[in-house]
């Protein structure tokens, strides 16, 4: 559900070309080495010339300009150009930056399709369709979000922050343990002192390492133990360290009519811009970010539960007629649970399925306590095997059994 009546929000809030809007606009200049200076937050008006889609974006981005030409109109397409132009240039800027920070981020696989409902036919539809357009808007945003959080923190404006660990302590056993079984070095492991940002920094060294040795099982189990070792982005009226994108300090400030968030940041801004007390003192922004994290928590667990029944009703309706590669992301006594990477699905495979057991015979796999290995077959954390849907279980979890891979497949 919408946070504002659309009514609000995709009328006076939005906007809309040729409406003159209230803002609150964030100024910074983006240097050659990506760095963000000279930052000004300040209130203002703006009136938006033309409304234009992604799907005009990637096409100007690939050269073709006519799309954009015809959506800014006539009058507006020469600064559309000659905006976007600066805007390419902005992101290439910031790409430098933000490719030179020690994350995680680029170890996680995006999904390919999803499951949608389109014209009321349960269907699938690109997961990032006109990726290319989103990631170039989304790179700008991040850098506003980062240039907001660091003038609240230099005007001592209380806010809520983006607060990320990097890496879970209570999960640094597990990525020991793998460690250890991918014959790898992370030294700061044992470092109780060390910086999870050391941590991360050799972790990528020995993912990359592992690669250019072509050891890719080992490759594939070190970087299956540190995505799932990542700790969950919270809210904190602390400018803690945001480790997930590499920011000294990172906020929500660019949808404050779709995130509650963000609205508490431009209201505490809107007060100091003003001269008046914050709206929200420490002790309320601590109480705020504890709920918005239990809301957060029961939406993305909603939206999880949502998209795995869509996707369950079209694997009933035979929607994989083929072995698909998938990726082992656990390993339990009962089976092991894996990942379709094409389609971003969970699942599982029996035991009793993974051991080629008769009917009615029950099976159990002898694993390691950290549900790396397993001594009962040649499955490992991070390992690649082919799957088909076999049926739902009693709870709509698809569960699944191995498949001997097409031919050709490496």
Known sequence: APMIDPALSEDQLSLLPGQDRRVLSVHFYVT??????????ENNYIRSDAKLSYEALESW?????????????DLAAPLADEVLTNVMEAARRLGVERDAR?????????????????????????????????????????????????????????????????????????LRAAVDAAGASVPSLADPEADGQQVVA????????LGAEGRDADRELLISAATTSTARATYDPDPSHHRGLGAAAYTHFTSPIRRYADLVVHRQIRAALAGEAPLHDPATLSSLAVWLDHRAGAVNHAS???????????????FLDAPEPAIVTGLTANGIKIRIPRLGLAGF????????????????????????????????LGSTVHVNFLYLDDTGRPVFRLATPPAGTP
């Open 32 to 41: 050659a080495d990506g760095a963000i200076t000279d930052v000004s937050v």
């Open 61 to 73: 981005m690939t050269g073709d300009r006519s799309a954009i030409h015809v959506e800014a109109g």
């Open 102 to 174: 020690e994350t995680f981020e680029d170890l996680f696989t995006q999904a390919v399709v999803e499951p949608a409902i389109v014209d009321g036919r349960l269907t699938t539809v690109a997961a990032e369709p006109h990726a290319d357009a989103y990631r170039l808007i989304e790179r700008l945003m991040v850098a506003a979000n980062e240039a907001v959080a660091g003038w609240a923190v230099e005007h001592d404006v209380p806010a809520l922050y983006r607060a990320h660990e990097g890496l879970a302590a209570d999960r640094a056993d597990r």
């Open 202 to 209: 050799e972790v990528l060294a020995e993912v990359e390492r």
């Open 304 to 318: 999880a539960r949502e998209r795995g029944d869509l996707w369950s009703r079209l694997l009933d309706r035979d």
């Open 349 to 380: 495979v029996t035991a009793e399925r993974l051991l080629d057991l008769p009917k009615g015979e029950r099976g159990r796999l002898e694993v390691d306590e950290h549900g790396l290995t397993t001594t009962s077959g040649p499955w490992r």
